[in-house]
């Protein structure tokens, strides 16, 4: 087992700059079907590469610059970095000559899908999908310029050997650095592909390395979409119907008719856009406009109802989604029965770059400018809206400022192309931020029951959980979900690692008018609250310590225990703590990553809430680099304490309320905890996903964390509502 304390650390190491060099070097990589990403818009991002290539995916330069194209996204997770030390892992060149650069969508369709894959970064499987694919082409990289050198001197190849950044002739003491050997290697055919390195032979995967994008993002040449600039374009401000569902009716043009700069006002079927030869004459035309809507049936609808139709719908009809034993017959007998209802709120996505695109048509081609987390979806889509052929759409990646999942379903697209067509001029369209929290596609609302029955010994030898909830696959346009069972809607209640011998889970996949869409840990978000929730409260009847109770429970999974009692001791689980002050604990497995959390906190008697600490372990199995697992561990325990404490869309006359920071707040630093993140790593065949697995066990640690200060348990999200006084 790899135990690593992940402390931060400063550098002043120089970052990335992508771009492509001169011809003569080496490019290399390999077919892939898995997803996959990019990192940063490349020269030939009109899939007209000017290199001769082997394959797609590593380039070396004369000057033995190393360029590594990667299929995933840099959304600020480091996934760039770490799959650039996969490369160069295997491949053994100097790591101070690495360069990184986002590969081509357009590229990507021209191979029908099979030189990079799929290109979405999603589900935490940046580094965990692609870990053999990256290691592979640096792995068969390394073998063809030693063969190369072997072919130059001479000599047998056993007698070569490489070291970073040349290849060595030892007997004779001559090298050849990289570079010098890169067109040479390019025409090496393998009769068989090298063996990758196993973990224990690893140099530079696994030690803190600095990140590739951070000296750009601090010296500001870093590109987001906003940053996007094409000769001659106009400025774009969007606003939709306030109700999901509703209808543009009409807009009176007269109270902007003859401002300056304003060139269009465009109609869409539920949205009014206007263009000027800048944003803000854009956005304040916008603001004088009064459209008059038509309501799509839901203009009567509010909070208040929606929770009581997910409460209703727990009393079914309902589809069975997992049966072990026989829970009903085992509650029927009676005994100690304990039961909850849990509940969480719509939330929205809130990234900190709004959406925002750029577009420039042409009669066949498509030009877009945008940071996204699936260029191919982009693709597709601005081909099936601006009618020209995939092949004809050319993506250029920017950095993308916040995803979180919401960058996967480009709204703002559709309307960046509906003005292009309006004006025949290249776009820039931006969603305004109240734009992009009112018309999200939400994280679902959900109600969750619970009922167990308590063992003798105190654990429980039953657990009833009826779930209702919005369905993703239905929302996003799914005709229907097999057997009405979705994996998100049920994800930890369904699948953790509590052996509980009559287990039942049931489930009613109920969406309303609001859509909604994958949010950050998806269902585990709030399922996980759901579930570690209810654990708490049944150790709690036990009489026996939360954190013993869950180790228990999970006492066959030896990767649980180990985080557990990691986090237990880092954490001083146990020690006295004063009257108001409390420690909370949960764990799960979710992207394939176990994550235990203990929150402390403490709560004056008027109710005042602080968060003191959180301490996190973390079962990721192998560390790409230490250094950005700490930073998305503590980011995702930011995102999730921001939802616990005050994360909210409430509806209003079937309209969202929330529309910027002032009511859809995020954490502010004053409320921003000390963090610590332990690794404990068992190996093992698999690589766990990073980027989302924190956020599901901060919303139950701190709500166990409340209950253990006040004696209060906290049922419903946010925290904001709940009384937490105590005398």
Not at 101 to 126: C, D, F, I, P
Not at 697 to 716: D, E, S
């Amino acid at each position: 087992m790899n135990d690593i304390s992940l402390q931060p650390r400063l550098s002043r190491r120089a970052a990335i700059f992508c771009g492509l060099s001169a011809a003569g070097g080496l490019a290399i990589g390999f077919p892939v079907q898995a997803a996959a990403k990019g990192l940063r818009k490349v020269s030939w991002a009109d899939g007209q590469n000017p290199k001769p290539e082997m394959t797609a995916f590593l380039v070396i330069d004369p000057d033995s610059t190393v360029t590594i194209r990667l299929p995933h996204q840099e959304m600020g997770q480091g996934t760039s970095t770490a799959l650039a030390m996969m490369v160069a892992e295997e491949l053994n060149c100097d790591w101070a000559k690495v360069r990184v650069e986002y590969a081509s969508a357009n590229r990507n369709v021209r191979a029908a899908g099979k030189l990079y894959g799929g290109m979405q970064t999603v589900g935490s499987a940046g580094v965990r999908s692609s870990v053999s694919m990256m290691q592979q082409a640096g792995a068969s990289a390394r073998e063809r310029l030693r063969l190369a050198a072997a072919q130059r001197w001479k000599v047998d190849p056993a007698d070569c050997s490489v070291t970073p950044g040349k290849c060595l002739h030892k007997a004779s003491n001559r090298s050849f650095t990289y570079g010098e050997l890169a067109p040479d290697a390019a025409k090496v055919v393998l009769a068989s592909e090298p063996a990758i390195k196993t973990p224990d032979q690893f140099k530079l995967l696994g030690k803190w390395t600095p990140r590739l994008d951070t000296a750009p993002k601090l010296d500001g040449s870093a590109q987001f979409g906003l940053d996007a600039k094409v000769d001659g374009m106009v400025y774009a401000d969007v606003l939709s119907c306030p109700e999901f569902g509703g209808k543009l009716v009409s807009v009176d043009e007269t109270p902007i008719q003859g401002r300056r700069g304003v060139l269009k006002v465009v109609k869409t079927e539920d949205a009014v856009i206007v263009v000027a030869d800048r944003y803000w004459r854009a956005r304040s035309a916008l603001n004088l406009l009064k459209p008059v809507w038509a309501s799509g049936g839901a203009s009567k609808v509010d909070s208040a109802q929606l929770d009581k139709a997910y409460r209703d719908a727990l009393d079914g009809p309902l589809v069975n989604a997992k049966n072990v034993g026989d829970a009903p017959a085992e509650l029927a007998k009676g005994g100690k029965i304990v039961e909850a209802l849990y509940e969480a709120p719509y939330l929205a996505h809130a990234p900190m770059e709004p959406l925002n695109c750029t577009v420039q048509l042409a009669p066949d081609r498509v030009d877009v400018w945008i940071g996204t987390q699936a260029p191919m979806a982009v693709l597709r889509l601005a081909a099936q809206q601006a009618g020209v052929a995939p092949e004809n759409v050319y993506v250029h990646n920017h950095f993308v400022g916040g995803g979180f999942g919401r960058r996967t379903q480009h709204d703002e697209l559709v309307h960046a192309i509906a003005a292009a067509k309006a004006v025949g001029k290249p776009v820039k369209l931006i969603w305004r931020r109240e734009q992009d929290i009112r018309r999200d596609r939400y994280r679902p609302q959900a109600a969750v029951r619970f009922k167990a029955a308590m063992g003798p010994d105190g654990t429980p030898s039953a657990i009833s959980s009826q779930v209702a909830v919005g369905s993703l696959l239905r929302s996003l346009g799914a005709s229907k979900v097999e057997n009405g069972v979705e994996p998100m809607a049920v994800e930890v209640i369904a699948t953790h690692a509590y052996k509980i011998p009559n287990n039942r889970v049931d489930v009613v996949l109920k969406n309303a008018h609001v859509p909604v869409m994958f949010w950050r840990s998806v269902g585990a978000s709030q399922n996980t609250f759901f579930l570690e929730g209810f654990i708490d409260e049944l150790a709690h009847e036990a009489g026996q310590d939360p954190y013993q109770f869950r180790r228990k429970l999970a006492a066959d999974r030896p990767d649980y225990v180990a985080v557990l009692d990691k986090v237990a001791k880092e954490s001083g689980w146990g020690t006295p703590l004063p009257k108001g002050r409390g420690r909370g604990i949960a764990v799960v497995d979710t992207y394939g990553t176990v994550t235990a959390q203990v929150i402390e906190v403490s709560v004056s008697q008027a109710g005042k809430l602080k968060v003191e600490r959180v301490v996190a372990a973390v079962d990721c199995y192998h560390a790409a680099n230490p250094n950005t697992i700490a930073q998305q561990i503590e980011g995702g325990i930011v995102y999730g304490l921001t939802a616990a404490m005050h994360g909210e869309i409430t509806i209003k006359d079937g309209a969202p309320v929330q529309g910027n920071f002032n009511d859809y707040p995020l954490l502010t630093l004053a409320e921003t905890p000390p963090m610590e993140t332990h690794l404990v790593l068992t190996g093992g065949p698999r690589w766990g996903g990073i980027g989302e697995p924190s956020v599901a066990p901060i919303a139950p640690a701190l709500a166990n964390a409340v209950f253990a200060a006040t004696g209060k348990r906290v049922r419903k999200l946010p925290l904001k509502h709940a009384d937490l006084s105590w005398a």
